[in-house]
C-alpha cells in the first residue's frame, strides 16, 4: 500500500522568505506521479506542482520548487519569497500507477507571516 | 479557464436521509473521482469512474454510496442513508486522460449530518 507522511504538521515563515516543506513516501512502484496541493482556508483543493518520477529534473513553477530524491523516496517543496497568499494547508500526494488515484499526506499548515 | 464545478456548496441533513452531491467535471475530461476530507484530516480516495463505470473503490465507499454519470455532463455522488460520520467535505476531481496524469479538483462540497 503506498503512504505518504508529512512530518510537520505546522510551519511558519517571513514574507519574501524561503520555507521548505518535507514529504516522503513508501511504494514498490517504479513509475509514478507526486504531486503538491495548496488548501486555503477556502478549503478548495489548488494544484501547485507536479513531478514525474521518471523524470531526474526537478520540476519548477514559478516560486515553487521541488527537491525529488527517487532513492530517498522523499519530495520537498521550496516556497522562495513567500508571500501571505501563500498560507495554506499544503498536501503531498502520490498518484498510483494504473488507476491514477491520488493517496494524500496529512498536510502541513503554512502560516507567512508579515 | 475550465473548472470542475461542485453543487452545492453546503448541504445540511438529517441523519438516515438520503444526499446527492453534483459535480460537472471539466469538458472532454475522461476520468472522474470522489474524495471526501473529514474535518482536520486528510483527503480520502472514494471511488474513480472511467468510461461509464467505476474503475477503483476504496474500503470507504461501500454499499451506502453509489456514483453515476446520467447526462454525460453531470457526475454525483449518492449516499442512501446517511450516518453522522459521513460530515466531510466532498470533493470531485477530473482528469483529461491524456497523459497529463493530472486531476483537477472541484471547489467541494461540505456535509453536514446532525
Known amino acids: 500500500a503506498q503512504t505518504v507522511t508529512q512530518s510537520q504538521p505546522e510551519m511558519s515563515v517571513q514574507e519574501a522568505e524561503t520555507v521548505t516543506l518535507s514529504c516522503t513516501y513508501d511504494?514498490?512502484?517504479?513509475?509514478?506521479?507526486l504531486f503538491w496541493y495548496k488548501q486555503p482556508p477556502s478549503r478548495q483543493m489548488i494544484l501547485v506542482i507536479r513531478?514525474?518520477?521518471?523524470?531526474?529534473q526537478n520540476a519548477t513553477e514559478n516560486r515553487f520548487s521541488v527537491n525529488f530524491q527517487k532513492a530517498a523516496k522523499s519530495f520537498s517543496l521550496k516556497i522562495s519569497d513567500s508571500q501571505l497568499g501563500d498560507t495554506a494547508m499544503y498536501f503531498c500526494?502520490?498518484?498510483?500507477?494504473?488507476?491514477?488515484?491520488?493517496?494524500f499526506g496529512t498536510g502541513t499548515r503554512l502560516t507567512v507571516i508579515p | 479557464e475550465p473548472e470542475v464545478t461542485q453543487t452545492p456548496s453546503h448541504q445540511v441533513t438529517q441523519m438516515g436521509q438520503e444526499v446527492i452531491l453534483r459535480c460537472v467535471p471539466i469538458?472532454?475530461?475522461?476520468?472522474f473521482y470522489w474524495y471526501r476530507q473529514i474535518l482536520g484530516q486528510k483527503v480520502e480516495f472514494l471511488v474513480s469512474?472511467?468510461?461509464?463505470?467505476?474503475?477503483?473503490k476504496s474500503e470507504i465507499f461501500d454499499d451506502q454510496f453509489s456514483v453515476e454519470r446520467p447526462d454525460g455532463s453531470n457526475f454525483t455522488l449518492k449516499i442512501r442513508s446517511t450516518k453522522l460520520e459521513d460530515s466531510a467535505m466532498y470533493f470531485c476531481?477530473?482528469?483529461?486522460?491524456?497523459?497529463?496524469?493530472?486531476?483537477?479538483f472541484g471547489p467541494g462540497t461540505r456535509l453536514l449530518v446532525l
Open positions: 500526494a502520490f498518484m498510483k500507477p494504473l488507476t491514477n488515484n491520488l493517496f
Open positions: 511504494t514498490s512502484e517504479n513509475n509514478y506521479y
Open positions: 513531478q514525474e518520477a521518471y523524470k531526474q
Open positions: 469538458s472532454n475530461h475522461l476520468y
Open positions: 469512474f472511467y468510461n461509464n463505470e467505476i474503475s477503483e
Open positions: 476531481a477530473s482528469d483529461p486522460g491524456t497523459g497529463e496524469e493530472t486531476q483537477y
